[in-house]
């Protein structure tokens, strides 16, 4: 199963929104670059489709994602789907400020380091959207929804839907691997 069906698969079966499935995706390698899980062992692995109090940093990843349900804002801006991609651009690409971990001459995990793209976080989520929305037709939650008010009665109308959820998950991991990797 590859990475962006494994994120589907863990949304479900936890309940959790598409920017918590982006997110625990790739909580491995979000947790080894900020030193807070080196070397993940085999248990805790599957451990990452289980969220406890035993594991703080899981819990925080849960906690960043979690005003994203139905998108940034519900369904009224941003894909979360997308703003998980970016979370984790943003989380991989820095140490918490303007420069990147490779610039860091006492980085440990420099071979790890050198997999991420080096460019402002902020170009890479640029070109994030622009892919996003050239695949899915969207970037709003509520317009890849096909949800629309009608502007006489204050009604919502539902209209032709863009993209599922899941495939809005699937687009979001796939661009990670692709503008956070180079995959």
Avoid at 104 to 122: E, K, L, V
Avoid at 123 to 148: H, N, P, W
Wanted: aromatic letters at 4%; one cysteine or more; proline letters at 3%.
């Amino acid at each position: 199963m590859d990475r962006s069906d494994r994120a589907v698969e863990r949304k479900h079966a936890l309940g959790i929104n598409c920017c918590q499935a982006v997110l625990l995706e790739f909580a491995p390698e979000i947790l080894k670059h900020w030193g807070l899980r080196p070397e993940a062992t085999a248990a805790e692995n599957s451990a990452m489709n289980t969220v406890t109090s035993a594991n703080p940093a899981m819990e925080a990843l849960m906690a960043l994602g979690s005003g994203f349900g139905g998108g940034m804002g519900c369904g009224d801006a941003t894909c979360g789907a997308l703003v998980g991609a970016g979370m984790v651009a943003g989380l991989l690409n820095s140490r918490g400020n303007s420069t990147s971990a490779a610039a860091s001459a006492d980085n440990a995990s420099a071979s790890y380091d050198n997999q991420i793209r080096r460019m402002p976080t902020s170009m890479i989520t640029k070109d994030m959207c622009k892919d996003f929305k050239d695949r899915v037709g969207a970037l709003r939650c509520s317009d890849i929804k096909g949800i629309q008010v009608d502007p006489s009665t204050g009604k919502i109308v539902r209209g032709k839907v863009l993209c599922s959820c899941d495939d809005c998950v699937r687009h979001a991991v796939n661009l990670c691997a692709r503008y956070v990797f180079n995959n």
